[in-house]
């Protein structure tokens, strides 16, 4: 990395002298004034950080500690500029800021800033301060008891300002500093993957305006984070695996590639085959085309074809996000896929817990959507596109739950395997790539109707499936395959059977 700059900065120096105390070379750095840009995350330190901060701070001087190094900020620093962007390091900058105005520093300018309005930090930035106010605050009174206290923080405050040290990491190569950023975190607590790639993402938007970018982010936090961490690393990665005939294991800093998708500046045929598409798709979707001719809206978006990085990766993962939502809930009268679907409320009801039942609707889930993704339009459905749609449902299901139903304890390891058609158990084929070869729905139908085999009693080893069944000596089911309450089926065999797929 040609383009680092390594330094050690107290924090007096950093946040009340806007001073890096010493690079590489021995000289220090002035006029260093910080930034929060729009890609960082909130501020998310509850009290209870701050307060850790704090007691650990207390103790380095409290042992005597010559110097106490409190972490690493890495900052990325326009060329031409004084302006220092935090790549990362804001957490522990704002709380630091926020301890020395509790202790009595009035003014720091990096407070003075304006960041974007968001709950987490109007909330903890807030909270956080008074909590540390509480502990740290100067006494009005001028009792015995008041006056040490005051001495006490007086030398506390010296302490963080001259003793506390922050190794920095400053580079003038933007790319270099999520590097670097990746690489620090990959060594620690890592940051989920859609983490990084909001960054990187927000990075490529420099001709969007900073209220719609704000307003991205936004959005973007407001949905749950694990959520998102569920649906890149389960749902959208493994789809992208497995169409292209991959396992897949685990998305994290290493293979995010894959969302990264085409830039600005390439110019390759490839590139501008899909940036095309996706400009077309936008102009006639914010037209009024779609509403003067009575067509479809234009699918900006495929599962199996590359990202445009910048803006259309948030509305790329805003739209699959609420079309896997959409599948997933299965409400009568709410959503436009699945709808009050008998087979789903029967996996709703009895069969969400434990690991096979989760690997087999993920198995179903992720194939209904990326069936949606490629056949189903978004407006004006006509009823032949939901019977082809409900058709494909069923074949789903029996695909995902012929893996669940040949085992008594199934893994990730025998799933990859049935999805890649290397299993030796019934209906073992590869249904991501199967849909993605295909041009209609109507002829992956066709082919899923060739493919898929009926189970017989010997081929099932899930135990609830036996328990719910007993059989006399020529096979025949004598009861409870059948049993229903309020309109759901106990056992999910029930629609094999009814659908011709069991013996």
């Not at 974007?116 to 909590?131: C, F, L, S």
């Not at 502990?135 to 506390?164: D, F, P, T, W």
């Not at 620090?184 to 607590?189: H, S, T, V």
């Not at 005939?245 to 501008?272: C, D, W």
């Amino acid at each position: 990395m040609n383009n680092l700059t390594l330094s050690i900065t107290t924090i007096g120096d950093l946040l009340l002298r806007q001073t890096i105390t010493i690079t590489d070379n021995g000289e220090p750095i002035k006029g260093v004034k910080l930034c929060v840009p729009i890609y960082q995350r909130p501020y998310k330190w509850t009290a209870r950080n701050a307060i850790q901060l704090l007691d650990d701070i207390i103790d380095a001087k409290n042992s005597n500690k010559e110097r106490y190094r409190v972490g690493t900020l890495i900052l990325h620093k326009a060329k031409g500029k004084n302006l220092y962007d935090i790549v990362d390091g804001q957490q522990r900058t704002i709380t630091f800021s926020l301890l020395l105005t509790a202790l009595g520093e009035k003014g720091i300018e990096f407070l003075q800033q304006k960041i974007y309005d968001n709950e987490h930090n109007n909330h903890n930035i807030a909270n956080n301060y008074n909590a540390l106010y509480r502990r740290v605050g100067l006494k009005s009174e001028e009792s015995e008891s008041a006056i040490e206290h005051q001495r006490e923080m007086e030398r506390l405050k010296e302490y963080i300002e001259n003793r506390c040290e922050l190794i920095v990491v400053i580079t003038s190569d933007v790319s270099e500093a999520f590097q670097f950023f990746d690489s620090q975190n990959a060594r620690g607590k890592a940051l989920y993957p859609h983490d990084l790639l909001k960054a990187y993402h927000l990075r490529e938007m420099n001709d969007i305006s900073d209220e719609e970018t704000e307003k991205m982010v936004k959005d973007w936090e407001q949905v749950s984070q694990s959520g998102l961490a569920d649906f890149f690393g389960n749902y959208l990665y493994r789809i992208k695996e497995w169409v292209s005939g991959n396992k897949a294991n685990v998305l994290n800093e290493h293979n995010i590639q894959m969302f990264k998708g085409i830039t600005r500046s390439a110019r390759t045929p490839y590139a501008q085959f899909y940036k095309s598409a996706y400009c077309y798709a936008d102009m006639v979707n914010s037209s009024a085309m779609p509403f003067v001719s009575g067509t479809r809206n234009v699918n900006a978006f495929q599962l199996n074809t590359p990202i445009i990085a910048g803006k259309p990766f948030f509305e790329y993962t805003k739209h699959y996000y609420n079309i896997l939502k959409d599948i997933q809930n299965n409400n009568k009268y709410e959503g436009f896929y699945i709808n009050d679907n008998i087979i789903v409320k029967t996996l709703d009801r009895y069969f969400k817990k434990g690991i096979g039942n989760g690997i087999a609707r993920l198995m179903f889930d992720t194939s209904v959507l990326l069936y949606v993704d490629r056949f189903c339009p978004e407006t004006y459905p006509t009823k032949e596109d939901m019977e082809l749609f409900e058709q494909f449902v069923i074949y789903a299901f029996i695909w995902a739950y012929s893996l669940r139903a040949q085992y008594t304890n199934l893994g990730w390891l025998s799933a990859q395997n049935y999805i890649m058609g290397w299993s030796d158990k019934i209906n073992t084929f590869n249904m991501y790539k199967l849909i993605a070869k295909q041009d209609t729905p109507a002829s992956l139908l066709s082919a899923l109707a060739d493919k898929l085999n009926p189970l017989s009693n010997e081929d099932i080893k899930d135990g609830w499936a036996q328990e719910c069944c007993e059989y006399s000596g020529n096979g025949e089911i004598l009861k409870n395959l059948k049993d229903e309450k309020d309109g759901v089926y106990k056992n999910y065999l029930y629609f094999f059977q009814l659908n011709g797929f069991y013996k």
